[in-house]
């Protein structure tokens, strides 16, 4: 939401796909979602690991955690629906958080998305990230015990929780990619980098194909298409 023409870039995409989504710190929401829903923006996700002042400057480095509350408040009015709050779970830091934020999304009517930190294989065995890492299979199964139900998200195979809370009932979802085959099995995401190259995973570069080059050679729509097919191939599930 940098961008001056953000909502530009939403009105013209809008309109050749099923769903525009977008991902965001939030600081700019505010102002910027009733104008992003009218353009065909359909939901939002908001980045909100923490509800203290100073972990949130700690953790994020800079940013106004009151105007990021104002944008999910804002979000939520204009009708971007689901908005999704992710909070990326770090040991000793914001892990006793988890029922503060369960309590902040049921009065927001926001869903919240519990996502453990994740690195590849190498960081897995490096002290510096076992020293962040807070595995979330015990808070999983918590929540499965508090649960009034238990659905499953298709799109990316985890488990919703509807839990009570705050007088009312929240939706929660766990994220966790670490050493998690399931999770690796049913992924089917292809991103597009800054750079121009088409990812099939976002820890995995041996399966990225370059798009950009090809598209500045004029290559053919079928051309295109061959590199999309290409890419999808080289998908491999990243833990397993």
């Known amino acids: ?101 369960i309590e902040f999304c049921a009065r927001k009517r926001a869903v919240l998305q519990l996502i453990e930190f994740e690195g590849n294989r190498a960081d897995a065995c490096n002290e510096e990230f076992a020293s962040r890492y807070y595995p979330l299979a015990a808070v999983e199964s918590d929540l499965e015990r508090e649960a009034v139900s238990v659905s499953v998200n298709e799109l990316h195979r985890r488990r919703r929780f509807l839990v ?40 995995d570069p041996g399966g990225e194909v370059d798009v950009l080059t090809a598209v500045r050679n004029g290559v053919s729509d079928d051309q295109l298409a061959d590199l999309l097919k290409q890419a999808v191939r080289n998908r491999r599930p990243y833990w397993r």
């Not at 009015?77 to 830091?93: H, I, Q, T, W, Y």
Request: proline fraction near 5%; glycine fraction near 6%.
């Open 1 to 101: 939401m940098l961008r001056e023409d953000i909502v530009e870039v939403v009105e013209r995409i809008a309109p050749l796909l099923r769903e525009v989504s977008l991902t965001t710190n939030g600081t700019r929401l505010s102002d910027l979602a009733s104008p992003l829903k009218r353009a065909g923006l359909s939901r939002v996700n908001v980045s909100l690991h923490t509800l203290n002042l100073e972990r949130y400057h700690r953790l994020c480095g800079s940013g106004d955690l009151v105007q990021v509350v104002a944008g999910i408040e804002s979000a939520v009015s204009a009708g971007l629906n689901p908005v999704k709050v992710n909070m990326v779970v770090f040991r000793d830091e914001n892990e006793k958080e988890i029922p503060e934020l």
């Open 164 to 203: 009570p809370a705050n007088g009312s009932r929240v939706e929660v979802e766990v994220v966790r990619p670490m050493h998690n085959t399931e999770f690796c099995s049913n992924c089917s995401r292809l991103r597009l980098t800054s750079d121009g190259r088409l990812k099939p995973c976002l820890l």
